[in-house]
């Protein structure tokens, strides 16, 4: 396969699960909206979880299997396809929950239907009503399993990233791959156009409010249940379980890896550093989106996309370039190509999440905590620092974690941009994958999967015994 036939594959794979994706996505947002209570919040947690599975934790369990199928290439692209769109459908999903009222109704759009409007008219209509969310998951669908680097290297799925990853190493010249990249950026500049319309919305001071859907649930239960299922098995369970029986096996051998500690103390203090300066950079700019206009804000957050959307493989060798040229190469072996190359790369992502959690309010118990606050009573006044925990703490714990967990396990980057003498646990992991699935390396990935959690757990049990005190 060439480079022309691995960028169309790619493309078509990726219109191919953006399609199925978006209709996914679509019923079961439908699906979700019509839940409560307790069912509700299993539902959401069921869905999100596959998309927080690690692309090492997958690729260490179907590496072989994908191995196996070489003489079925359909077979291991099926499987491909399959664990990246169970991967990518909770952010499809995500942007569709928490999309703004459109500015054209179902019932706008179906009276301009009677009124056999222009087609000029009607597509304005159209565009305006919420199959623009629609469009906006369909592109953030295909960018994201067009630009999949890290499993489609593992699993050897065909396509540019796996093509391009290959050459690399072999040893195709920095100039030619970046000039190579241009492409697929060109060929994802159309699908961004959507997810800036989507994310420009967050400066619009009259779209605060969420429809709700009046859409019954069309009996899709069993059906919706049964994806959320089947993306648990294949994406968490399976691979979760190849890594509980690695630890079982391979423990031992930890303890003979004295480098091991040092492997994650460098992936901990890498994904630190990205996570303040990401965050940072994140809320200045919807600081910047809601005090500008409509224009600038949206070219701002065009520009800003660009880079994190080009795929780290791509944004990788592209930054490995600037930063070998005689301006910037002083900087060269130190750790400023690689915290810049995952600011830029987990910008995009932050920037939908904050957007999203922005619309999260409790503007009762907001009022409540600010009350709380003056009062003179002590006691009063702790009870304002637990509720401001649960209203406003606990929303920003979580996007700090989540920012810092893709931080962590970002694998691509650091192959390429780690000064010497730099060794995060997850590249060492990930070069060592290649070579196969062995029971002392499944056991260092599980206590590379647990450590950002004991971290979290450690952080919560202290708030707790903090507020107790």
């Known amino acids: 396969m060439n480079w022309t036939e691995a960028l169309i594959w790619s493309a078509g794979r990726s219109l191919i699960l953006a399609i199925i994706g978006t209709v996914i996505a679509n019923g079961l947002q439908t699906w ?3 839940l409560s209570g307790a069912k509700k919040k299993r539902a959401w947690g069921g869905l999100l979880l596959p998309f927080f599975a690690p692309s090492l934790m997958t690729g260490y369990c179907y590496r072989d299997t994908a191995m196996s199928l070489i003489h079925f290439p359909w077979a291991k692209e099926i499987l491909y396809g399959l664990i990246v769109m169970m991967q990518a459908v909770p952010v499809a999903v995500i942007i569709l929950e928490f999309s703004t009222s459109p500015a054209t109704s179902a019932t706008a759009l179906y009276s301009g239907g009677l009124m ?3 087609s000029t008219e009607r597509w304005k209509l159209f565009l305006t009503s919420r199959f623009q969310y629609s469009l906006a998951a369909f592109g953030l669908l295909f960018v994201l399993s067009f630009q999949e680097a890290d499993l489609a290297a593992l699993m050897q799925a065909s396509g540019w990233t796996e093509w391009m990853f290959t050459k690399h190493v072999g040893g195709l010249a920095l100039q030619e791959t970046i000039s190579l990249t241009l492409w697929p950026i060109l060929i994802q500049i159309p699908f961004l156009v959507p997810i800036v319309l989507w994310l420009g919305k967050a400066g619009d001071r009259n779209s605060n409010k969420i429809e709700r859907s009046t859409v019954p649930q069309l009996g899709c239960d069993w ?5 959320i299922s089947l993306a648990i098995a294949i994406v968490v369970i399976v691979p979760g379980s190849q890594l509980i029986r690695g630890i079982f096996i391979g423990f031992g051998s930890l303890f003979l890896q004295p480098s091991t500690f040092r492997e994650l103390s460098d992936a901990l203090l890498i994904a630190g550093t990205t996570t303040v300066g990401t965050l940072g950079l994140a809320m200045a700019c919807r600081f910047f989106l809601i005090q500008n206009g409509s224009f600038a804000r949206r070219w701002l957050l065009f520009c800003l996309l660009i ?3 080009m795929g780290n493989l791509a944004l990788g060798l592209m930054l490995a370039g600037i930063f070998q040229t005689e301006l910037f190469q002083i900087a060269y072996d130190t750790p400023v190509p690689l915290i810049l190359g995952e600011i830029l790369a987990i910008l995009p992502r932050t920037l939908i999440l904050l957007h999203c959690l922005s ?16 009062s003179p009573i002590v006691r009063q006044r702790d009870q304002a620092i637990e509720l401001a925990w649960q209203t406003r703490g606990r929303i920003r714990f979580i996007t700090v974690a989540i920012v810092g967990f893709w931080a962590y396990f970002e694998v691509m980057l650091p192959s390429i941009l780690a000064m ?21 390396l499944g056991a260092k990935l599980a206590l590379a999967f647990m450590f950002p959690f004991l971290i979290v757990l450690g952080v919560l049990l202290l708030r707790k015994v903090w507020s107790r005190l």
């Open 223 to 227: 059906l919706c249940t049964t994806w």
């Open 420 to 440: 010497p003498g730099l060794a995060p646990v997850g590249l060492v992991l990930y070069n060592n994958l290649h070579y196969g699935r062995i029971a002392a």
């Open 32 to 34: 979700l909206r019509g």
């Open 359 to 374: 619309r999260m309010n409790f503007p009762a118990s907001e009022h409540l905590v600010e009350m709380l606050k003056t």
């Open 116 to 118: 056999k409007l222009a």
């Open 307 to 309: 880079p994190g959307s």
